[in-house]
């Protein structure tokens, strides 16, 4: 079951530009993750965020997570052509670690 | 490097016949997962396993089965395969409590 929806489903924009992609989700979560994936491959873990957490950073990657509103926003900065890629969050929620993934966003980085 | 290494990148198969995917890791983790990915559907998760010999359906569990005989291995089958199993397996593995999923690199099966 997908709780998590991606938006938006396809970005084009130049190199050198930031990305910003988003995802939303229905109910309480204990983190929330992002995975991007090359075409024909399997996924990569970029990073998780905890619910109690507002803000993460890791390289030219930053994460928000609002619970209020139930979203998260991943920011690449100064995008290059290898960023091109899909990208999917997944929730984790429960005592039973529910893993709910989103449809992705599809990024493309022109030259 | 820690790794999730899946048996075949391509295959294919006819309809009717008993397929394996198999999916080996090193990390020593409970979890293991199947999924399916399908243009437009994103992933969606047939089955998982978070013990040896343990197993729990995900979404879509027709007209597949699994098997974990061993931490390290975990196995996909497609009894009598369809044509609308053609897809994009992934298999991934986890900690217990799935922080961050490893994945293979994918089998693309097509079925004639």
């Known amino acids: 079951s997908q709780q998590g929806e991606e938006d938006p489903q396809a970005l084009s924009i130049q190199e050198g530009e930031n990305a910003t992609m988003n995802c939303s989700y229905k109910?309480?979560?204990?983190?929330l993750q992002w995975y991007r994936q090359n075409s024909g491959r399997g996924l990569v873990h970029l990073i998780l965020?905890?619910?109690n957490e507002r803000e993460k950073h890791s390289g030219r990657l930053r994460v928000t997570l609002d619970t209020s509103k139930k979203s998260s926003s991943l920011l690449i900065t100064a995008s290059r052509a290898a960023d091109t890629s899909s990208y999917f969050c997944?929730?984790?929620?429960?005592?039973?670690?529910?893993?709910?993934w989103g449809a992705g966003t599809k990024l493309i980085i022109k030259p | 490097d820690v790794k999730v290494t899946q048996s075949s990148r391509y295959l294919v198969k006819r309809t009717g016949e008993k397929v394996f995917l198999e999916c080996v890791q090193d990390?020593?983790?409970?979890?293991m997962f199947w999924y399916r990915q399908d243009p437009g559907l994103g992933l969606r998760l047939i089955y998982f396993?978070?013990?040896?010999?343990?197993?729990e359906k995900g979404d879509i569990p027709e007209g597949y089965s699994v098997s974990r005989e061993k931490k390290e291995r975990f196995s996909l089958i497609l009894e009598s395969a369809s044509t609308n199993q053609t897809s994009m397996y992934l298999c991934a593995s986890s900690s217990l409590a799935r922080e961050k999923l490893f994945f293979g690199s994918g089998t693309q099966l097509s079925v004639l």
């Open positions: 997944a929730t984790v929620k429960g005592s039973n670690y529910q893993l709910i």
């Open positions: 990390m020593d983790h409970e979890n």
């Open positions: 965020i905890r619910s």
């Open positions: 109910t309480s979560i204990n983190n």
């Open positions: 396993s978070y013990d040896v010999k343990m197993k």
